[in-house]
T-cell receptor
Framework: GAVVSQHPSRVICKSGTSVKIECRSLDFQATTMFWYRQFPKQSLMLMAT?????????EQGVEKDKFLINHASLTLSTLTVTSAHPEDSSFYIC??????????????FGDGTRLSIL | SQQGEEDPQALSIQEGENATMNCSYKTSINNLQWYRQNSGRGLVHLIL?????REKHSGRLRVTLDTSKKSSSLLITASRAADTASYFCATGGRDRGSTLGRLYFGRGTQLTVWP
């Protein structure tokens, strides 16, 4: 149980392109989803917290207009990297937490999206 | 910082040996979790230990938590080549202002198990 599907797994595109990444909880309803960015051999950097039906909460230093997050349903959140540039190249990972008292619940992670901007 | 810090940064052992990774943190926590990440993949949850627990087992994994020292350890017994991965500790904060469910990840320990 608790499977999170992230798509696509890899994107290579030209500078200036907008890229949409989907994160789906397949067998549970996710009240909250988290979007992370990870550089090689580094820890996960939280970008934003996404709650179903409300605006995402962005971490300090993360541009809201650059990284658009939509959490329209309890099973789907999307991250759109708008007008991507080479410095946006990174590994993006989503995670989801189920409904209920999730202060002591694990996060369930997608397999990540490797974004390469040429 | 609420971030956990793992030690060592890298660990290289032979199959069959035990691997011990440590994690230290600075603030009060609700829980501490350990995750595993294979190269280029997402994270897989291993164990969650609550702040009122001292030890937890799952198969070949043993996690301890010492809240007085703000530290935790992950022990993998009888390691296998397939255990090669990065291991992260993550703390669930209880400080005011912490987003419910949010985790603070350390930098991870890269474990290599040689056949």
């Amino acid at each position: 149980g608790a499977v999170v599907s992230q798509h696509p797994s890899r994107v290579i595109c030209k500078s200036g392109t907008s890229v949409k990444i989907e994160c789906r909880s397949l067998d549970f309803q996710a009240t909250t989803m988290f979007w992370y960015r990870q550089f090689p051999k580094q820890s996960l950097m939280l970008m934003a917290t996404s709650n179903e039906g409300s605006k995402a909460t962005y971490e300090q230093g993360v541009e809201k207009d650059k990284f658009l997050i939509n959490h329209a349903s309890l099973t789907l959140s999307t991250l759109t990297v708008t007008s991507a540039h080479p410095e946006d190249s990174s590994f993006y990972i989503c995670s989801a937490v189920g409904q209920g008292a999730y202060s002591n619940q694990p996060q369930h992670f997608g397999d990540g999206t490797r974004l390469s901007i040429l | 910082s609420q971030q956990g810090e793992e030690d060592p940064q890298a660990l290289s052992i032979q199959e069959g040996e035990n691997a011990t990774m440590n994690c230290s943190y600075k603030t009060s926590i609700n829980n501490l979790q350990w995750y595993r990440q294979n190269s280029g993949r997402g994270l897989v949850h291993l164990i969650l230990i609550r702040s009122n627990e001292r030890e937890k087992h799952s198969g070949r994994l043993r996690v301890t938590l010492d809240t007085s020292k703000k530290s935790s350890s992950l022990l993998i017994t009888a390691s296998r080549a397939a255990d090669t991965a990065s291991y992260f500790c993550a703390t669930g904060g209880r400080d005011r202002g912490s987003t419910l469910g949010r985790l603070y990840f350390g930098r991870g320990t890269q474990l290599t198990v040689w056949p």
